[in-house]
C-alpha cells in the first residue's frame, strides 16, 4: 500500500482526523514534537535490553511486530500532523537532506562505517 499512497494523501487524512475533533488547539509545535519523541520512546521500549537475536525474535513474532508496527504508525502520525499543521514539504525537506547526507557520507568513505561525518 506505500506505493500507492501520497505523503499528501496522509496528510490529508491527518488533518481532517484532527480537525473532527477540534485538537488544533493541542498541537502546537512543541506539543507535536513531544508527541514524535514519546512514540519514538515506546518503539525503543520495545528493543530495549535485546540482543541482536532477540530483536530479530521479535520482528519475527507476529503479535510484537504488530506492536512495533503500531509504535511506527504513531510516530509517523505525528511527524504528519507537525508538517501538514505548519506547512512543512515533507517530500522536499527529505530530498534536500539526502542529498546533504550524500555529501556529508560519501558512499567510499562510508561504506560499511557507523561513524559519524566528522570522523569519516
Known sequence: MDAKTSIADLKNRVKKFCEDR????YHGPKDLAIG???EAAELLEHFRFLSE???R???SDPKQRK????ELADILFFVLRFSQRFDFDLSRAFRTKLKINTGKYPVKKA???NLKYTEL
Not at 22 to 25: I, T, Y
Not at 67 to 70: F, L, P, S, V
Request: hydrophobic letters at 30%; charged letters at 40%.
Open 22 to 25: 477540534d485538537w488544533d488547539q
Open 36 to 38: 514524535v519523541i514519546t
Open 53 to 55: 537475536n532477540q530483536e
Open 57 to 59: 525474535q521479535a520482528l
Open 67 to 70: 506492536k512495533i508496527e503500531d
Open 111 to 113: 561504506r560499511g562505517k
